[in-house]
């Protein structure tokens, strides 16, 4: 499903001003984490009526502001000078049977 969703992220996010497109990774990575609810619960919205996306993902988070909210930091420090590396934590939702 990331997949056939990638061209179209990916376009949306080129569209966007590089301010814009700080926040909108964020809000793309607190949409993906909405995966991470339990393999069975993802797999029954996907498999159920009308259709669950990663747009139905991101419109289901909430408001800002969060809990803990350090968003401006965030976007100040990514402003600043360039970082040379990055590290990709990858995590799945479930087990496959």
Same mark, same amino acid.
């Given at each position: 499903?990331? $997949?056939?969703?990638?061209?179209?992220?990916?376009?949306?996010?080129?569209?966007? &001003?590089? +301010? =814009? !497109?700080?926040?909108?990774?964020?809000?793309?990575?607190?949409?993906?984490?909405?995966?991470?609810?339990?393999?069975?619960?993802?797999?029954?919205? $996907?498999?159920?009526?009308?259709?669950?996306?990663?747009?139905?993902?991101?419109? &289901?988070? +909430? =408001? !800002?502001?969060?809990?803990?909210?350090?968003?401006?930091?965030?976007?100040?420090?990514?402003?600043?000078?360039?970082?040379?590396?990055?590290?990709?934590?990858?995590?799945?939702?479930?087990?496959?049977?």
């Amino acid at each position: 499903m990331a $997949l056939e969703a990638w061209d179209e992220r990916i376009e949306h996010l080129d569209k966007l &001003s590089p +301010q =814009s !497109r700080i926040s909108e990774l964020v809000w793309g990575v607190l949409a993906g984490n909405v995966f991470d609810w339990g393999a069975e619960a993802v797999a029954k919205l $996907l498999d159920g009526p009308g259709s669950f996306g990663f747009q139905e993902a991101r419109d &289901s988070l +909430q =408001s !800002r502001p969060w809990l803990v909210d350090g968003l401006e930091e965030w976007e100040k420090r990514m402003r600043g000078v360039p970082h040379r590396c990055a590290t990709i934590f990858v995590d799945n939702s479930g087990k496959l049977d």
